[in-house]
């Protein structure tokens, strides 16, 4: 089983929905939960974190926190073509460093 | 504010030739630095990473290397790349002592022939 697990998409949505982004991870010990977006050639940049459980929102991103269910989710509210781009999530297991899923690609359909 | 630096941008190396890559950050003092790659549609695979100057830690036991010779400079060495090495390489950077929050470079694209 994959450390942190991602579906690879793409996911597709049209412009002004909303996309929602799913990632799960196998160590209960896991503290601080990171989403990354990523464009085609480009290196990853840092969109939230969070914590605890529940939800924390920034502006039209909404991270959702589960630690029950080991499951974090990225939700994009009015959806822009801008957006497309591919999404990392990622975990700290409390080691050396953050474990990161292999990414969601989304793409926003004008 | 912190930034971080990697060069260069891009590099076409023959197969057998030596490499090296650097990265440096501005802003923060002894910050944690991680060297990642990204092969082409994967994600970040951890090569190494590194708490302070001269103390490396390998995840990947490859022909690839790592130095910290200043507090704010990390690179990336090969003496004889392979084929499979091309790649994106990402430095990042977190504060010192968390291994959290980490900001990454530009990268650095390498194509090895």
């Known amino acids: 089983q994959k450390e942190v697990e991602q579906n690879s998409g793409p996911l597709s949505v049209p412009e002004g929905a909303i996309a929602s982004l799913n990632c799960t991870y196998s160590d209960r010990g896991s503290q601080s939960f990171f989403w990354y977006r990523q464009y085609s050639g480009k290196s990853p940049e840092l969109i939230m974190f969070?914590?605890?459980?529940g939800d924390k929102e920034d502006g039209r991103f909404t991270a959702q926190l589960n630690k029950a269910s080991q499951y974090v989710s990225l939700l994009i509210r009015d959806s822009q073509p801008s957006d497309s781009a591919t999404y990392l999530c990622?975990?700290?297991?409390?080691?050396?460093?953050?474990?990161f899923g292999s990414g969601t690609r989304l793409q926003v359909q004008p | 504010s912190q930034t971080i630096h990697q060069w260069p941008a891009t590099l076409v190396q023959p197969v057998g030739s030596p490499l090296s890559l650097e990265c440096t950050v501005e802003?923060?003092?002894?910050?944690?630095l991680y060297w990642y790659r990204q092969a082409a549609g994967r994600g970040l695979q951890l090569l190494f990473y590194s708490v302070g100057i001269g103390q490396i830690s390998s995840e990947v036991p490859q022909n690839l290397s790592a130095s910290r010779p200043q507090d704010r400079q990390f690179i990336l060495s090969s003496k004889k790349l392979l084929l499979s090495d091309s790649g994106f390489y990402l430095c990042a950077w977190s504060y010192s002592g968390s291994t959290d929050t980490q900001y990454f470079g530009p990268g650095t694209r390498l194509t090895v022939l």
């Open positions: 969070i914590y605890s459980n």
């Open positions: 990622a975990v700290n297991p409390g080691r050396r460093a953050l474990t």
């Open positions: 802003g923060t003092s002894n910050p944690n």
